[in-house]
């Protein structure tokens, strides 16, 4: 069965600190990786995902398929990057989206 | 474009009492979803419809029912509410497909139906 597991709940830094938000799956073929987030009052939204190799919100995360992760780094953290972030994986072939726990940024002045 | 709306926004229930939370989208998205959200547990799927008349189970389906009316909307009923039902309830739809594409498989939510079962 394919899991996403987020080992961490919280993580709280101060602007301008690096931050890194970890995330592990377990599913033996090829899957579609995503971050999700929630910003407070506002409705889930598509950070990024790993076929665009794009930098969203200075964001970026790359996929490991060795070590079967797909970490969210930012190199300097802002405060309007407190959020809800939500890993989150596609099975090759469904429609389905498997969420992890989600993890809470909160980015203090 | 409005997105995905869902209503009721709030809502609370006596145990037993039934409801339908209503979900509509105008991106004209085969796929559309129902998840619930729990503190510490993430999103848990309940049920899915990947194209207009068909519905499966997710994770998480006893105690729900869904009907895809059309292509817009996907409803989710609760017959007899439990307390364990107290969640809140996102909707989303996504136009899924294979074959790349950056507007596939990217699911787009509602705002979420906050519902207290007592």
């Known amino acids: 069965a394919q899991r996403v597991t987020q080992p961490e709940k919280l993580l709280s830094v101060f602007k301008g600190a690096p931050v890194e938000l970890k995330c592990n799956y377990s599913?033996?073929?090829?899957?579609?990786l995503f971050w999700y987030v929630q910003y407070s009052r506002q409705r889930l939204q598509l950070l990024l995902r790993h076929i665009s190799r794009e930098s969203i919100k200075g964001f970026t995360a790359d996929l490991n398929k060795g070590e079967t992760s797909f970490h969210l780094k930012k190199p300097f953290a802002q405060e309007e990057d407190s959020a809800m972030y939500y890993c989150?994986?596609?099975?090759?072939?469904?429609?389905?989206?498997?969420f992890g726990k989600g993890m809470k940024l909160t980015v203090n002045p | 474009n409005a997105g995905v709306t869902q209503t009721p926004k709030f809502q609370v229930l006596k145990t037993g009492q039934s409801m339908t939370l209503q979900c509509a989208q105008d991106m004209n998205h085969n796929s559309m979803y129902w998840y619930r959200q729990d503190p510490g547990m993430g999103l848990r799927l309940i049920y899915y419809s990947a194209s207009e008349g068909t519905t499966d189970k997710g994770e998480v389906p006893n105690g729900y029912n869904v009907s895809r009316l059309n292509k817009r909307e996907f409803s989710l009923r609760l017959e007899s509410a439990a307390p364990s039902q107290t969640s809140v309830y996102f909707c989303?739809?996504?136009?899924w497909g294979t074959g790349g594409g950056s507007a596939k498989n990217i699911q787009y939510f509602g705002a979420g139906t906050r519902l207290s079962v007592l």
């Open positions: 989150a994986l596609t099975p090759g072939g469904s429609e389905k989206l498997v």
């Open positions: 599913y033996s073929g090829s899957p579609e």
């Open positions: 989303a739809s996504s136009e």
